[in-house]
């Protein structure tokens, strides 16, 4: 069975700082990770993914994730954290090996960032 | 492209009573799946369509049927509703070569009383 977790239910940062926003994973193949936004009363928005080749994705609005698979990790950061970042992010994974099909979500991090 | 569709916005339902929410999608993505979002939860996969034809159970699947007669649409019914099944529902595809990555729906806002 594959499972996401996000550790932090809420990550407050100051406007301008970075950000750190944490997932790991646990599938038993190759990985296809994800992360997602969510703005309230909306649908989910793709920011960016790991597929293969290099570690480090760069996404939408200047977010970018680095994949460490000895850590089996896949956190989300940012630069410089904005007022309008403040949303509901999610990670995602899918166990491709095998023709395994589901996609399992983590439980979201609230991302507050203060002006 | 209107992407993914889904009607309705909003219903409420009677314990007991059936409906069926609508998703559509116009991007010929051949992934289609249905996810309930509770608070504290995150997204749970209710059932999936890797093609016209083709459906599987996801995490939640009791009290939920799908059918995927057409590349486009991918309806979800509630057989015979619950409160339990009181949720905000989201339509995803995505292409499955060389994508992956998910669109999503505006979601469904049901109530169950």
């Known amino acids: 069975a594959q499972s996401v977790a996000q550790p932090e239910d809420q990550v407050n940062v100051a406007e301008g700082n970075p950000l750190t926003v944490k997932c790991t994973y646990s599938v038993s193949g190759n990985p296809y990770l994800f992360w997602y936004v969510q703005y309230p009363n909306r649908g989910l928005q793709f920011l960016l993914k790991?597929?293969?080749?290099?570690?480090l994705v760069k996404g939408s609005y200047g977010f970018e994730a680095e994949f460490n698979k000895s850590q089996t990790s896949f956190h989300l950061k940012k630069p410089s954290a904005l007022v309008s970042d403040s949303a509901l992010y999610f990670c995602?994974?899918?166990?491709?090996?095998?023709?395994?099909?589901?996609?399992?979500f983590g439980t979201g991090t609230k991302l507050q960032v203060i002006p | 492209n209107a992407g993914v569709t889904q009607t309705p916005k909003f219903q409420v339902l009677k314990t007991g009573q059936s409906m069926t929410l609508q998703c559509a999608q116009d991007m010929n993505h051949e992934y289609m799946s249905w996810y309930r979002q509770d608070p504290g939860m995150g997204l749970r996969l209710i059932h999936y369509s890797v093609g016209a034809g083709i459906t599987d159970q996801g995490e939640v699947p009791n009290g939920y049927n799908v059918s995927r007669s057409t590349t486009e649409d991918f309806p979800l019914r509630l057989l015979s509703a619950a409160p339990s099944q009181t949720s905000v529902y989201f339509c995803?595809?995505?292409?499955?070569?060389?994508?992956?990555?998910?669109?999503f729906g505006p979601g469904t806002r049901l109530t169950v009383t």
């Open positions: 995602a994974v899918r166990d491709i090996s095998g023709g395994y099909q589901k996609v399992t």
């Open positions: 995803a595809s995505s292409r499955e070569r060389g994508g992956y990555e998910q669109y």
């Open positions: 790991y597929i293969t080749g290099d570690n």
